[in-house]
């Protein structure tokens, strides 16, 4: 009678059984290619169909987004064996729900027809989430298939940017009058018999489709019907312009707590609407984003592409850092003489670079967040930094001190041990600064903070630190 | 008529103009502090109470939630000036708005009937979320003066685990009878006059109070009003238990597009709801705090926290890294012999560790990031080995060409190009092998992977090229 709650659990069991389902199959299918006999394949038909008959039930009676899940969860192999045995019927929906990367497994399986006919399953905002990835000349046939107002809304989406308000937003709005009666506004809602998902409220425009107004649904449950829309509805709306950036919008739905918003163009004329929903997804793709930029991977590998588009996937994060390495490299190739000298010198230097480095990443981190948030701005720049390098100091006089007494109990020089200190005092400031001013400097110039102040931060330090500490070292002991 | 969305923007621009009419202010009683004559002191006060009425006539039209997000901007004293200005009625939300770290700061400035006429004015649930952070005294206060149903609440809220549905829940249900008319549930809800925030469900219950399913409120609308509430409602309910893991809930609000959902007990009792706006929040919460554990921050700490607050928030962190690079040291300590006779190992290997620990870095981030969605386990961990390893591989042979080849030219050396390949594509099998088992394990033991994972892969990639490459330097070369 009542569903459970569908969680990680029993997903991850159903899961299990698909596997060990598709195992199965696999079993047959090597047993019989052994001794190809007649006798043989039938019996391979009959348990083929009787487990996947079992598993095609037990797949079709799920939700959407869990085949999805199922789906991204499967070596390519499986995903397509499980994904022919997914009834057409959900194919749009399952095709909107996975990632970028599975999408593109998906469809590279699907012939046009049934690329086709699963496209058209799909509202037209829907349709512009997987249009990227549609064959031009599927694209094509479904534009010619859209009525003329469905085909300038999908053009629309397609052509506004990624992370912008119109590329987020649905056209599922039910427009109003504001001069007719909350009795009638009933009346039209019960022809309707059916209203779009999410809708907490109806969008009341003038003749013109200008926007005046919302009227929340619960308004018109708990008034007395005979009062009029303009009576009861709020003009004090929340609402966005397609250009807006998703960024803020999705700031002004966490901040006024919206399950739906307007959104209107700059004739004022309401265009469409924008659903908490979407929003949830965009914030958690945000922030898978964020989590897989900083270590430089972008979002289309998924866990089981090939080999080969891992590499370049990785490649270019892997090259930078092989530069600043290289950098660094030759910073310490000038102290070659000093190290020659005093060889404990190249067991002591990552200890510096290392320190300074996860410092001047905490720094960056709490200086990207304030951006986010817009709480960091030049104008407290002074402040910032002023707090930063304090902080700096006190670590520096504290973890330096262990590591200057640290040196000297291992190497029995006091001057070695003096050189530790110091040099990873200064690496600390150094490391304060940067961690302030790299991220700084990347916002003023346009670009995502979150993305690359890591690597430069620590390449700073790394190249920074070991010529810190070989340079004092190189001036009090050699 | 209307209002834009407030953008970041515009709350900077307010940011501004309270920044300069706190400068304003700051001026005038330096002027006065130098000549305390009274008729400067009148001109003070003049001055002072024309910028301040504006500044309190700016801030008292705002959102909380914007009054919230302008404090954290400001730094510790300007902070409380401000607070003071805010009109006592918006005290409560504001506390809710604000985060851990500055809602301390504004709590210690407030006194004990402040605090209790702004707990006064809150929901039992937020009350709950700000209890941690009342004096004792207070939170007793309050306890005392609220009746029956709303201390068991509010004690059963608090006894909830900080990452459950019990603590993320609020009371704002509104139950009603399977056998009543629609007629009658309209007539019912017209009487309330207001129904709570995003109510987009009625649930419905027995004369025990156990649920038997949800009326979305859209379905009261457009169905006929002799309807019985049985005949509309939905059984089909995904709902939640106050001990279900919060990450769940907010998992299940994401797949199914929930606006709310109920909670029930283990006797099936309604005890409360789930709304989209707390689960919003949280979803924003920890992608912050996965962001800030990553370096080894916890939330405590503000912008403008004092520096001794921020280092104890930091210490943990960096003593961690200075233990595991005591242990890096130690490991090139042992090779000192080596490096005399060939110093341009010491000048080539933090190279090797460098790549290592990036690509190591990037294999966690893909494994954590599968593991959070259900992708990864034991079961596919050979496949996943499998593909690391080959990445890696291929990674090893390219880039520990390219690092091969460099040494070589630099140094003139063959053996010590190969040493570096060598070392190179060994170090980053390492990586593979260490990124794919880390947060696998760390999870099997119940731990957070995306906590301290990348501590340990750097950890065992610094060490451990260290050991390859002047191990294999050793061997080869000396």
């Given at each position: 009678?009542?569903?459970?709650?569908?969680?990680?659990?029993?997903?991850?069991?159903?899961?299990?059984?698909?596997?060990?389902?598709?195992?199965?199959?696999?079993?047959?299918?090597?047993?019989?290619?052994?001794?190809?006999?007649?006798?043989?394949?039938?019996?391979?038909?009959?348990?083929?169909?009787?487990?996947?008959?079992?598993?095609?039930?037990?797949?079709?009676?799920?939700?959407?987004?869990?085949?999805?899940?199922?789906?991204?969860?499967?070596?390519?192999?499986?995903?397509?064996?499980?994904?022919?045995?997914?009834?057409?019927?959900?194919?749009?929906?399952?095709?909107?729900?996975?990632?970028?990367?599975?999408?593109?497994?998906?469809?590279?399986?699907?012939?046009?027809?049934?690329?086709?006919?699963?496209?058209?399953?799909?509202?037209?905002?829907?349709?512009?989430?997987?249009?990227?990835?549609?064959?031009?000349?599927?694209?094509?046939?479904?534009?010619?298939?859209?009525?003329?107002?469905?085909?300038?809304?999908?053009?629309?989406?397609?052509?506004?940017?990624?992370?912008?308000?119109?590329?987020?937003?649905?056209?599922?709005?039910?427009?109003?009058?504001?001069?007719?009666?909350?009795?009638?506004?009933?009346?039209?809602?019960?022809?309707?018999?059916?209203?779009?998902?999410?809708?907490?409220?109806?969008?009341?425009?003038?003749?013109?489709?200008?926007?005046?107004?919302?009227?929340?649904?619960?308004?018109?449950?708990?008034?007395?019907?005979?009062?009029?829309?303009?009576?009861?509805?709020?003009?004090?709306?929340?609402?966005?312009?397609?250009?807006?950036?998703?960024?803020?919008?999705?700031?002004?739905?966490?901040?006024?707590?919206?399950?739906?918003?307007?959104?209107?163009?700059?004739?004022?004329?309401?265009?469409?609407?924008?659903?908490?929903?979407?929003?949830?997804?965009?914030?958690?793709?945000?922030?898978?984003?964020?989590?897989?930029?900083?270590?430089?991977?972008?979002?289309?590998?998924?866990?089981?592409?090939?080999?080969?588009?891992?590499?370049?996937?990785?490649?270019?994060?892997?090259?930078?850092?092989?530069?600043t390495a290289f950098i660094a490299s030759r910073v310490i190739g000038v102290f070659e003489g000093s190290i020659e000298k005093v060889v404990a010198l190249a067991a002591l230097m990552p200890i510096i670079a290392g320190i300074g480095g996860n410092s001047g990443?905490?720094?960056?981190?709490?200086?990207?967040?304030?951006?986010?948030?817009?709480?960091?701005?030049?104008?407290?720049?002074?402040?910032?930094?002023?707090?930063?390098l304090g902080?700096a100091l006190l670590n520096g006089v504290l973890w330096g001190g262990v590591v200057g007494v640290f040196a000297y109990l291992l190497y029995g020089n006091i001057k070695l041990g003096m050189v530790m200190t110091a040099a990873m005092i200064l690496n600390l400031l150094l490391s304060a600064i940067m961690g302030?001013m790299?991220?700084?400097?990347?916002?003023?110039?346009?670009?995502?903070?979150?993305?690359?102040?890591?690597?430069?931060i620590t390449a700073m330090t790394d190249s920074g630190g070991f010529f810190i500490f070989l340079g004092l070292a190189s001036i009090v002991l050699i």
């Amino acid at each position: 009678m009542k569903k459970e709650n569908q969680k990680k659990e029993s997903l991850n069991e159903i899961i299990d059984q698909i596997l060990n389902l598709l195992d199965k199959n696999k079993l047959v299918d090597r047993l019989v290619e052994k001794q190809d006999i007649p006798k043989q394949k039938l019996i391979k038909n009959l348990v083929n169909k009787q487990s996947l008959n079992k598993l095609m039930r037990l797949l079709n009676e799920l939700h959407s987004a869990d085949i999805a899940d199922i789906l991204e969860s499967l070596p390519i192999d499986e995903r397509l064996i499980v994904w022919d045995l997914i009834k057409s019927e959900h194919d749009g929906e399952v095709l909107i729900e996975v990632s970028d990367a599975v999408r593109q497994t998906l469809i590279a399986d699907m012939d046009n027809t049934e690329l086709l006919a699963a496209a058209e399953q799909l509202d037209t905002d829907e349709i512009a989430d997987i249009a990227a990835d549609l064959p031009e000349n599927v694209l094509q046939n479904l534009l010619d298939n859209l009525d003329i107002q469905n085909r300038e809304r999908l053009e629309s989406t397609l052509s506004y940017d990624d992370d912008t308000v119109g590329a987020l937003m649905d056209y599922d709005i039910v427009p109003i009058r504001e001069d007719i009666s909350l009795e009638v506004v009933l009346r039209y809602l019960r022809k309707l018999r059916k209203l779009p998902d999410h809708t907490d409220k109806l969008f009341v425009v003038n003749r013109e489709g200008s926007l005046l107004g919302v009227l929340p649904l619960k308004k018109i449950i708990v008034n007395e019907l005979d009062l009029k829309v303009k009576d009861v509805m709020s003009s004090d709306v929340v609402l966005f312009k397609p250009h807006d950036e998703a960024d803020h919008a999705s700031d002004a739905f966490e901040r006024y707590d919206l399950v739906t918003a307007p959104v209107i163009n700059e004739e004022n004329k309401l265009v469409g609407r924008l659903s908490v929903n979407t929003v949830v997804d965009y914030i958690r793709e945000e922030a898978e984003s964020d989590k897989l930029s900083m270590v430089g991977l972008r979002e289309e590998e998924d866990l089981f592409s090939s080999i080969w588009k891992s590499v370049q996937n990785r490649w270019a994060w892997l090259a930078i850092n092989l530069i600043t390495a290289f950098i660094a490299s030759r910073v310490i190739g000038v102290f070659e003489g000093s190290i020659e000298k005093v060889v404990a010198l190249a067991a002591l230097m990552p200890i510096i670079a290392g320190i300074g480095g996860n410092s001047g990443n905490q720094t960056t981190t709490m200086i990207v967040r304030g951006l986010a948030l817009g709480q960091v701005s030049f104008n407290n720049l002074q402040r910032l930094l002023k707090k930063e390098l304090g902080v700096a100091l006190l670590n520096g006089v504290l973890w330096g001190g262990v590591v200057g007494v640290f040196a000297y109990l291992l190497y029995g020089n006091i001057k070695l041990g003096m050189v530790m200190t110091a040099a990873m005092i200064l690496n600390l400031l150094l490391s304060a600064i940067m961690g302030v001013m790299i991220p700084l400097v990347m916002n003023r110039f346009g670009r995502d903070p979150a993305v690359g102040s890591s690597v430069l931060i620590t390449a700073m330090t790394d190249s920074g630190g070991f010529f810190i500490f070989l340079g004092l070292a190189s001036i009090v002991l050699i």
